[in-house]
């Protein structure tokens, strides 16, 4: 257990939809990290944020956004669904916001967009 | 550019050694990370190399050479629960990790 959590742990939708995905860092870390995995694919980089500022941002579409709370809990909003963004995403969570810092993850939230 | 290059899938057998190299291409390099990940799970991590050399911990030793753009990962004694990907990442430009697509490995009894 990485101490990094994240719900719900599954979501089925429809194209189209909307959602929103929750995560809760380890307790002292500052920087959160969304990661989306698709079936037998790598990860893909969306977006940190750290202390409440976005920090760098990968290939995040237009249709997803993110923020990160005072309580340093973040939230994914994933909008305008396509069959193409079903897939695992993950949370992960530092204590710095350096490149260096381990990053711990968390179970992860698997979407299906029927 | 930036890139990092892993074998897609590598087999060995319960109790033996197997090395899962990577290489990689990048800018603004101060570090490489191992991950472990079972299927459908979250990666978990192995080890964080800065300097040259090998980096021993338990059955799992990480290798780096900054001069060539190389690390390896080697498991030793290696058990059915070892079945896993590997991930490597390596911190580029951008403030940003660079993550391999990852190594399957399959163990066999």
Same mark, same amino acid.
């Given at each position: 257990?990485?101490?990094?959590?994240?719900?719900?742990?599954?979501l089925?939708?429809?194209?189209?939809?909307?959602v929103?995905?929750?995560?809760?860092?380890?307790?002292?870390?500052?920087?959160?990290?969304?990661?989306?995995?698709?079936?037998?694919?790598?990860?893909?980089?969306?977006?940190?944020?750290?202390?409440?500022?976005?920090?760098?941002?990968?290939?995040?579409?237009?249709?997803?956004?993110?923020?990160?709370?005072?309580?340093?809990?973040?939230?994914?909003?994933?909008?305008?669904?396509?069959?193409?963004?079903?897939?695992?995403?993950?949370?992960?969570?530092?204590?710095?916001?350096?490149?260096?810092?381990?990053?711990?993850?968390?179970?992860?939230?698997?979407?299906?967009?029927? | 550019?930036?890139?990092?290059?892993?074998?897609?899938?590598?087999?060995?057998?319960?109790?033996?050694?197997?090395?899962?190299?990577?290489?990689?291409?990048?800018?603004?390099?101060?570090?490489?990370?191992?991950?472990?990940?079972?299927?459908?799970?979250?990666?978990?991590?192995? +080890? %964080?190399?800065? /300097?040259?050399? !090998?980096?021993? =911990?338990?059955?799992? @030793?990480?290798?780096?050479?900054?001069?060539?753009?190389? +690390? %390896?990962?080697? /498991?030793?004694? !290696?058990?059915? =629960?070892d079945?896993? @990907?590997?991930?490597?990442?390596?911190?580029?430009?951008?403030?940003?990790?660079?993550?391999?697509?990852?190594t399957?490995?399959?163990?066999?009894?």
């Amino acid at each position: 257990d990485s101490g990094v959590t994240q719900t719900p742990k599954h979501l089925i939708t429809a194209t189209g939809q909307r959602v929103t995905l929750r995560c809760s860092p380890r307790s002292g870390d500052l920087s959160v990290y969304w990661y989306q995995q698709s079936l037998d694919q790598g990860l893909q980089f969306l977006i940190q944020y750290y202390n409440g500022e976005e920090r760098a941002k990968g290939n995040i579409l237009e249709r997803f956004s993110a923020q990160q709370f005072p309580d340093l809990h973040s939230e994914l909003n994933l909008s305008s669904l396509e069959l193409g963004d079903s897939a695992l995403y993950f949370c992960a969570s530092s204590v710095g916001q350096g490149v260096t810092d381990t990053q711990y993850f968390g179970p992860g939230t698997r979407l299906t967009v029927l | 550019g930036q890139n990092i290059d892993q074998p897609t899938e590598m087999t060995a057998t319960e109790g033996a050694i197997v090395q899962i190299n990577c290489t990689y291409q990048t800018s603004g390099f101060n570090g490489l990370f191992w991950y472990q990940q079972h299927a459908g799970e979250a990666p978990t991590f192995l +080890s %964080y190399n800065v /300097l040259d050399g !090998l980096e021993e =911990k338990g059955r799992f @030793s990480s290798f780096l050479s900054r001069s060539k753009g190389y +690390s %390896y990962l080697l /498991l030793k004694e !290696l058990q059915m =629960k070892d079945s896993a @990907s590997y991930l490597c990442a390596v911190t580029g430009s951008n403030y940003q990790l660079i993550w391999g697509a990852g190594t399957k490995l399959i163990i066999k009894p």
